[in-house]
């Protein structure tokens, strides 16, 4: 079972990227997806979450208006489009995911202790 996330790369403030997550060794159309952040000398956090469907969607305070997450179950793959990128943003960003979780109530996703897989990361860098 492998997450395998990518996109990342320096941007000037204001820029925007879109990072991809790739599933591979199981379907992971059950699962809810779910991306966290982790800048240098800081703990990991959360950053937004997607529901099985794609119907629903949960975004962290800091990244709302600014971020998108998307998935297509058909390719196994979740999208993060981050618009309007900031020098805060800079972080190594991580993909995960909790296995067939089917609700709806995505809140309980912003713990790192709940989910089930994790893929290695990407780093984000933007200069102001």
């Known amino acids: 079972v492998q997450l395998q996330a990518s996109g990342g790369g320096l941007v000037q403030a204001g820029d925007s990227l879109r990072l991809s997550c790739a599933a591979s060794?199981?379907?992971?159309?059950?699962?809810?997806m779910v991306w966290f952040r982790q800048a240098p000398g800081k703990e990991r956090d959360f950053v937004t979450a997607?529901?099985?469907?794609?119907?629903?969607?949960y975004y962290t305070d800091s990244v709302k208006g600014r971020f998108t997450i998307s998935r297509d179950n058909a390719k196994n793959t979740v999208y993060l489009q981050m618009d309007s990128l900031k020098p805060e943003d800079t972080a190594v960003y991580y993909c995960a995911a909790v296995g067939n979780y089917y609700s709806d109530y995505l809140t309980p996703l912003n713990n790192t202790r709940v989910m089930d897989y994790w893929g290695k990361g990407t780093q984000v860098t933007v200069s102001s």
């Open positions: 997607i529901n099985w469907t794609g119907s629903k969607t």
């Open positions: 060794g199981r379907t992971f159309s059950s699962d809810a």
